[in-house]
C-alpha cells in the first residue's frame, strides 16, 4: 500500500497570509491525525478527523482549523499566520480512530 | 491532560551495546504507548507499541516493558548498530475510541552509536 502522503511539501508564506496544506492518507484508513513539530515543544497534538469529524482537538488558538472529506483525505488550514506558526507539520492516518498512527512525510512551513 | 516525560535527551552507546530510553507518563487512563524513530529530516517511524493489558513486547532487538503501577515504559534496543542512530519519541494515549486527546509525546531522545 502507498503511505501516507501530504502536499506540499514546502511553504513560504509571510506573516498575516493564510495556508491550506492536504494530507492523503494510507488507503483505508479513516483516521487521520495533525501534529506540529517544532524544535523547542516537539510533536505536539492539533487535532484528529474520523468520518469527517473532528472528533478530539489539541491546545491550540482557532486559527488552526482543519476539515475531512468522504474519501478520508483531510486539510489543515492556519490563518493570519504568525512567525511561531513556522515548523514541520505532519500528518498520521490510522485504520480507527486514535489508532496505530502512521505518518507522512510532513510539510516545512516557514514565515517570514 | 496527559504529560510525558522522556529520559535522557541524548544517549551514546558503543556499536553492539544495548540502549534504553525511558518515559513516565501522568494520566492513569493511558493504555496505548507506542514507540517512533524519527532519522534526520524523515518522518516518525512507528518502530514498536503495546497496551496496557500487556507487560513487555518484543520485536527482534526492540524491546518495551510497561509498569503500569508506576507509570512508565521503557524501550530497549540491543546489539546496537549504526543505523539505530535516530530521535527515539515515546508517545502516551487513552486510546479510548471516543475521547482520547490524540497521541502525547515526550521530548525525544537522540540515541547516537559511536563505531
Known amino acids: 500500500k502507498a503511505g501516507v502522503t501530504q502536499t506540499p511539501r514546502y511553504l513560504i508564506k509571510t506573516r498575516g497570509q493564510q495556508v491550506t496544506l492536504s494530507c492523503s492518507p494510507i488507503?483505508?484508513?479513516?483516521?487521520v491525525s495533525w501534529y506540529q513539530q517544532t524544535p523547542g515543544q516537539g510533536l505536539q497534538f492539533l487535532f484528529e478527523?474520523?468520518?469527517?469529524?473532528?472528533?478530539n482537538k489539541g491546545n491550540f488558538p482557532g486559527r488552526f482549523s482543519g476539515r475531512q472529506f468522504s474519501n478520508s483525505r483531510s486539510e489543515m488550514n492556519v490563518s493570519t499566520l504568525e512567525l511561531g506558526d513556522s515548523a514541520l507539520y505532519l500528518c498520521?492516518?490510522?485504520?480507527?480512530?486514535?489508532?496505530?498512527?502512521?505518518f507522512g512525510p510532513g510539510t516545512r512551513l516557514t514565515v517570514t | 491532560g496527559e504529560n510525558v516525560e522522556q529520559h535522557p535527551s541524548t544517549l551514546s552507546v558503543q556499536e553492539g551495546d544495548s540502549a534504553v530510553i525511558k518515559c513516565t507518563y501522568s494520566?492513569?487512563?493511558?493504555?496505548?504507548f507506542p514507540w517512533y524513530k524519527q532519522e534526520l529530516g524523515k518522518r516518525p517511524q512507528l518502530i514498536i507499541d503495546?497496551?496496557?493489558?500487556?507487560g513487555e513486547k518484543k520485536d527482534q532487538r526492540i524491546a518495551v516493558t510497561l509498569n503500569k503501577t508506576a507509570k512508565h515504559f521503557s524501550l530497549h534496543i540491543t546489539e546496537t548498530q549504526p543505523e539505530d542512530s535516530a530521535v527515539y519519541f515515546c508517545?502516551?494515549?487513552?486510546?479510548?475510541?471516543?475521547?482520547?486527546?490524540?497521541?502525547?509525546f515526550g521530548k525525544g531522545t537522540h540515541l547516537i552509536i559511536q563505531p
Open positions: 498520521a492516518s490510522s485504520l480507527v480512530l486514535s489508532g496505530e498512527q502512521y
Open positions: 488507503s483505508g484508513h479513516r483516521s
Open positions: 478527523y474520523f468520518s469527517e469529524t473532528q472528533r
Open positions: 494520566d492513569s487512563a493511558s493504555n496505548y
Open positions: 503495546i497496551r496496557s493489558n500487556v
Open positions: 508517545a502516551a494515549t487513552p486510546n479510548s475510541g471516543g475521547g482520547a486527546d490524540g497521541l502525547t
